[in-house]
């Protein structure tokens, strides 16, 4: 009768080692579940009362400033004061407002802007000239809901900082000043660095699942984990309602921290399966005993575990032979039992790793040419926002019609990214002419009188079939890097295409400012920048040659520094038949 593994190893170790260890292993895991329970609640509170700290400090400087702008009777003076029939007037009380609000909001580093809006519908910040930015600014949902409310703060939302969007949360307080027998209600509004709340949070949020802030009307400020689990969401809401400071569950706790002003509340999630992943440090001890678990039972499966390990040595070698390569390895076990089972399934993972490696090293081709068709459909969004400021300028100057050349010169530039199947591979060069033509007129219009494109090509060749999108990116490096940056007040760049025996050659000279480095560095310098439509650099230029046109196709560069620099591709003259 044959007797499986798992039959002869239970039968010699059951009696021996399994009592010892699942009794010892119990009451050490019991113990360490426990200690590093209460430990960490303990530890958890403390950095939450830290956090507390913090975010009290950051309140009460914002308060104490609101209380300042608010108690200030010279800004009040200026700001209620009637207007004045003198633009000139009314313009330095404007002024005085900035600067005693920017001497304010220098006081903090993460006090972003201060607005204030008296009944009469004007703006006041530390910003001058953004009055109808913050005229609409006051129109946004997070302000409106804010309105009824004497003073609190609102949720996170996006403010236009000098360059750009910044997140800010917001402490609005409704008021009327000392003095002014004011009818209605005037709004201060401070606007803080959402960053500063990140800030705080940062050190600790490793050390939660999750951790919020909530305002005193429940908006949520801050949390750590936007993708939390429905079932930790609810029992964190759960928690904050019941207005206890802790709670528990199988599988998590909670602690809540009230200590801050205007109502503040964080709440805090921590996971007992990660919790008790600490336990791992008592298991030294538990090692011991397992140890001498271990001495008892080689006593008794010594023989045993001799006729066990001749199989599993060979099998470990051949894998082994697997990790350095070796697809062709197979292991022959003939033991009657589940290593035997166990050989068999080793031969069929390594036929099918085999497979899978020829499938990867396909797919990976595949994927690379996605790359680079992808690649090829970007635009730089620097690109457009150039040409569009230069629309905008033609037309406020009265140039319709040179605005609505260059608008349609982008068109057809933004066209040919959505080209699909051979189209988005090859094109006519009358296309490729036709895209760089185009591109010239933009360009052009930007640098005017730089640079003139000047074309030979015979018309015999305008048919053949060339590579997409690779005769405008050398243009496009001919202006940005060779003719604008040159001392020429203008420059020249050529375009040729001719048959040089059973070669089909594209050429793209030009007289600016040249290269002086090695060939291999131009793939690294070329190709970037602000200025560019795309991010096709001459090593994607090759890699598509290669791919689509075969090892003969290639691309040569040459440059001297203040001579110019001129870039060939050459193409097997058969591969380039007549495009539709």
Same mark, same amino acid.
């Given at each position: ?69 608010? #108690? ?113 209600? #005037? ?46 969401? #609810? ?303 001459? #090593? ?41």
């Amino acid at each position: 009768m044959r007797m499986k593994i798992r039959t002869k190893i239970i039968a010699s170790t059951v009696l021996v080692v399994s009592f010892s260890l699942i009794m010892s292993g119990f009451f050490i895991y019991d113990y360490a579940k426990g200690i590093i329970r209460e430990q960490s609640i303990k530890d958890s509170g403390t950095k939450l009362a830290q956090i507390s700290f913090q975010l009290k400090k950051i309140q009460e400087q914002v308060v104490k400033t609101a209380e300042y702008i608010v #108690s200030d009777e010279e800004m009040t003076r200026l700001i209620y004061a009637p207007p004045s029939p003198s633009i000139e007037e009314n313009y330095f009380r404007k002024q005085a407002v900035q600067e005693k609000l920017g001497r304010f909001v220098a006081l903090s580093n993460f006090i972003l802007n201060v607005v204030v809006a008296p009944p009469n519908g004007e703006t006041y910040s530390n910003y001058v000239g953004y009055e109808d930015y913050f005229a609409d600014y006051l129109q946004q949902t997070w302000f409106l809901k804010m309105k009824d409310v004497r003073n609190g703060y609102s949720e996170p939302h996006p403010f236009f900082f000098i360059s750009g969007n910044r997140q800010v949360f917001s402490y609005v307080v409704k008021y009327r000043p000392i003095g002014q027998n004011a009818a209605e209600d #005037s709004y201060l509004v401070i606007d803080i660095a959402y960053s500063e709340l990140a800030n705080v949070f940062l050190q600790s949020a490793r050390d939660f699942e999750q951790i919020e802030l909530l305002t005193g009307a429940g908006a949520l400020l801050h949390a750590s984990n936007g993708s939390l689990p429905e079932p930790d969401r #609810s029992f964190m809401a759960e928690a904050l309602a019941s207005g206890e400071s802790f709670a528990e569950d199988g599988k998590r706790i909670v602690l809540t921290d009230d200590a801050m002003s205007q109502g503040w509340k964080q709440a805090a999630l921590l996971s007992k399966s990660k919790l008790f992943e600490k336990i791992n440090r008592v298991f030294f001890f538990y090692l011991v005993i397992i140890a001498t678990g271990i001495a008892v039972t080689l006593v008794v499966m010594l023989p045993i575990i001799v006729n066990l390990t001749k199989p599993l040595i060979r099998l470990t070698n051949a894998m082994k032979r697997v990790a350095v390569g070796d697809l062709g390895t197979n292991v022959s076990i003939r033991s009657g039992d589940e290593l035997e089972i166990l050989g068999n399934g080793f031969n069929r993972m390594v036929e099918d790793l085999k497979g899978l490696m020829e499938t990867s090293v396909r797919n990976e081709a595949v994927k690379r040419q996605m790359q680079i068709d992808l690649l090829m459909a970007q635009i730089n969004p620097h690109f457009l926002y150039n040409t569009l400021n230069t629309v905008i300028y033609l037309a406020h100057a009265g140039r319709g019609g040179e605005a609505a050349e260059v608008t349609q010169a982008l068109i057809v530039i933004l066209q040919d990214t959505i080209k699909t199947g051979e189209g988005a591979v090859r094109a006519p060069l009358a296309e490729e002419k036709r895209i760089v033509d185009k591109y010239a007129i933009i360009q052009q219009t930007r640098y005017p009188g730089r640079f003139k494109l000047e074309w030979e090509v015979g018309e015999e060749l305008l048919g053949r079939a060339v590579p997409r999108m690779a005769l405008q990116p050398l243009v496009e490096n001919a202006i940005v890097h060779g003719i604008i940056p040159s001392d020429r007040e203008s420059g020249t760049i050529v375009v040729r295409a001719y048959r040089d025996g059973e070669r089909f050659c594209l050429e793209v000279e030009d007289d600016g400012q040249g290269m002086d480095v090695p060939e291999e560095e131009w793939t690294v310098r070329l190709g970037r920048g602000p200025e560019r439509t795309r991010g096709i650099g001459l #090593s994607n230029i090759r890699e598509r040659l290669k791919t689509n046109f075969g090892a003969s196709a290639r691309l040569e560069a040459f440059g001297e520094r203040e001579r110019g620099t001129l870039v060939r591709i050459l193409l097997p003259w058969s591969g380039t038949e007549d495009a539709e």
